[in-house]
Every structure is written in structure tokens, then in C-alpha cells.
């Protein structure tokens, strides 16, 4: 029987072609709904000069690659450690000892359970990541300096689901690297199990979504002879952390911080239906975010029902009392999400 799978291993610094930097021991397998490659190659198209007729002529081949990728997955805790990693940039990881360990709700994390709390990129290198890849029938993939440009997360069919985009700087054909997946068996985290902490009288909540945007760039800096580039890095000064959320009528508490420009506190927590292992505490994330601020709005179009939506568009800005800006915490099962020999 044919085995289809999506395989992650971080890479300590990131792997052109033919690099030889050095790959996470610790591997994930994502169960992925859909995965797409795009090799984007550039071609010698010599159809502009003059070569004695009036046809197209034959392109001479590819003359450079800027490889990219993207998938979409439900939302497990295994999994979710491992793009957020790739998204932010590092990780702190602290094994619960059930007294001094505690999550963002100041609650001792047991024995068994392990905190990650995400650092977000302080240079212009991301995290990157190793992939091999292979359809049910087919052939398989091997991708180098994989970075995550965008992680994007939302609701659908009633759980939690990730878009993912990245960008590599290599993917070509490999025979098979005979790999046997171990997908985590957890369910998705569910969609009612999100509680968010936001805006003070702001309206019901009808809809809710959030990403983390990196912008990618990768480029040659002729430090490898290859058709793909060499390195890759994060473009703008800062990365961004932004979402949308869709209220079931206009107020005048979202419309006030809307149109003056107001900053407020907001925390996004998933707690998971399941616990961790054969302690009694369930996988849970937490997105802080100390000044969250709307950034774009629009009101629904007024008819006869007695609703009025609003829709805006918010995302997570520095916080010049407490110098920070979003700090993510996971905690779940996985005792490390890397391990570099």
C-alpha cells in the first residue's frame, strides 16, 4: 500500500542546495487536506531575438527556480508546536514539575506536560525547515529551507484548521526516502473551545480569525552555483501577528476604539478536549496580545432584520508599557521541538 505524508524536521541554520547544515532529529508528520509545490522556474525565453524567423523559438530551458509551498491541516497540538515554531522564529521549552511551572493562567503544569513559549525572530533569518513529501500515488518530494511566510488560522467544519505558506529555497525529485508517518492520534482543537478575551463591551463575536505574517524573501547571494537561491530571510523590520473578527451588530465600543485609534488587551486561549498524557491537564494555547488595535472596519449593509454587523480588521502593535507586542504559549505533550546532535 502506498503511504502519503507530509514530514517536518527543523534545520538549525537554513539548507540550500546541497547544504549541509544540520536537521532536527525530532520530525513531525502533518496530516495535511491538501499540499501544492510550486517550483517557479524562470525560463531562458530567447523568443525576442532576432534568429532569422518569424516563429516563437524554443526556450533553452530554466534559468533560475523560487521555489514555494503550501498546505492546509486541522489544528493538533503535536503539529501546532511545530508551525508555530517555524512562524515565530524560537522557542523556550520548560517541562511542568506540577508546582513552580505555570501557564499564562498562573496554573502549575504537571509532570508530563511541557510549555513552549514562542520568541519571536530578532534577526532577519527564519526558522527553517527540512520536508519530504509524498502523494498516495506518485512521486516524493524533498524541500530545503522551508520557512513559514504566512500561518493563518480559522474555522471550518467546526474545528480549527492552518493554511500554510512558505517559501524554500530548494524542492526537486528524490527517490523514496522510505518513511513510515507517525501522525499524533489527538483530535483537532474544536472551534467551541476558544474563549477570547477582548475589547470591553465590545458585541457578540460571530466570527474570528488570525495569522502570523512573516513576508518571506528569498534571494541569491551567490554563495552556492545553483538554480535556487541561497538564502532566505525576513523581509520587513518587523513580523506581524493580525486577524479579522466579525461582530453581530455595530457598537459603539468597537466603533469608538475603531475610529480613535484605541489600543486594548486581548487574549486568545484553545483549551483542547483532550489531556496531556495521564496527567489531568488539557493542551491549551494562549495568544497575548497587550495592545491589540483595529486598523480597518466596515459596516454591514442596513436592512429589515435586527442585526447590523461590523467586520474589522485588527492586529497586535507594541505595547510601550510592557515593550511587548504577542506572546504565545503552548502547552502539550512534546518534550522538545528540536533536537540538534
Known sequence: MATSYLRLAAEQAPNAEGGSNTV?????????????????PTLLDVSDELRGYTAEAPHKGVASYSPSASFKTRVYPGILGALLLGATGGV?????DGADVKDPDTVAIPVGAHRHVYAWATGSIPQTFQAYGAPPVGLFYKSQGMGIDTLAFAVEDGCWQADVNTKMLYTGIVSDPSITPAVETTVPFVAGTMTLSWLSGSAVTKEFSWQVENTLLTERQFTTASKFPDSIIIDKSYQRLVGSI???????DDWNAFINGTTFAATIKMVHTQKIGATDYYHSLWVEMPACQYVSGKLGEITNDRRHEASFEWRAAYDTSTSKWATITLVNGTSALTTYA
Open 24 to 40: 532536527s532529529s525530532v520530525t513531525f508528520d502533518i496530516p495535511v487536506r491538501s499540499l501544492s509545490y510550486e517550483p517557479e
Open 92 to 96: 523556550t521549552t520548560t517541562a511542568g
Open 246 to 252: 466579525t461582530k453581530v451588530a455595530v457598537d459603539a
